[in-house]
């Protein structure tokens, strides 16, 4: 039998790919970045390695990918410049967007630590902090941001939210499709996706395993530019513990992943 915390996630999942987009776990969004992509979109859940499907069955990893694959086995300087301060940019317009959805809601411009803390109710009417809520509706702005930049500059070589399996004892690193994800949960199997790695923005050459920048966009609260939001630490209970999320990327995905938030811009 499943667990009841895999339960409730895999009910969230499961209708997500099915259906209308979701934002996910807001708790999760408050401290890192998650975002389901592919488990809250059906159009995500018909790409395959950031290259829009019109029409067809979804393809899988190994199947044939766009014929200019070949440009992509390079990640040029000037084409990672430009798209990371597109990326920059998404993450100030997510920030400036959504709060611009709640001019009465703050004192000031932005929530103090205390509104942060405040309770609220979500969009699926669960009660949750401001800073639960404001963190997952910023992500889902940054990534459907992310998705247009990247149609137009890195079409083909790029993943949303893409999910990862890391063995701590072959260090094999494997990619989790969406169809898997959605199988190992209809199937109760939930606890197989337990310590799965899933970084918001990862280029790759047309194949998710062949892995060339990963990006997690970092959305704090009070973003008051005298403290950045820092990698999430692994919790005892995770496989990773010990770990925090930059260092699990860049053990399992082999390149030094970076972080990107409103105002402060890239950091390691």
């Not at 280029?203 to 530019?225: E, I, M, R, T």
Request: one cysteine or more.
């Amino acid at each position: 039998m499943p667990r009841p915390w895999l339960a409730i996630v895999g009910g969230l999942l499961l209708g997500a790919c099915a259906s209308t987009p979701d934002h996910g776990s807001p708790g999760r969004y408050a401290r890192d970045s998650l975002t389901g992509a592919c488990l809250r979109n059906p159009r995500y859940c018909a790409t395959l390695a950031g290259k829009e499907i019109a029409k067809g069955p979804v393809q899988t990893v190994g199947t044939a990918v766009s014929s200019g694959a070949a440009v992509l086995r390079v990640l040029q300087p000037e084409v990672r410049e430009n798209i990371e301060e597109e990326l920059e940019r998404c993450a100030d317009l997510a920030r400036s967007e959504v709060l611009l959805r709640y001019p009465t809601e703050f004192k000031g411009p932005s929530p103090s630590d205390a509104e942060c803390r405040r309770e609220t109710v979500d969009a699926k009417g669960r009660r949750v902090t401001w800073a639960m809520r404001l963190g997952t509706e910023m992500h889902q702005v940054a990534l459907d941001c992310t998705r247009a930049v990247l149609s137009r500059l890195r079409n083909g070589g790029f993943s949303l939210d893409p999910c990862y399996r890391y063995d701590h004892q072959t260090g094999e690193t494997t990619y989790v499709s969406c169809e898997e994800v959605k199988d190992l949960l209809a199937r109760g199997c939930g606890d197989e996706l337990r310590g799965t790695l899933r970084p918001d923005v990862v280029l790759h050459s047309g194949d998710p395993l062949d892995v060339q920048a990963v990006y997690d966009f970092k959305f704090p609260c009070v973003n008051n530019g005298k403290e950045s939001a820092p990698w999430r630490k692994y919790s005892e209970t995770s496989p990773h513990h010990g770990c925090n999320q930059g260092e699990m990327y860049e053990l399992a995905l082999e390149v030094k992943p970076v972080r990107i938030s409103p105002r402060w811009g890239i950091l390691p």
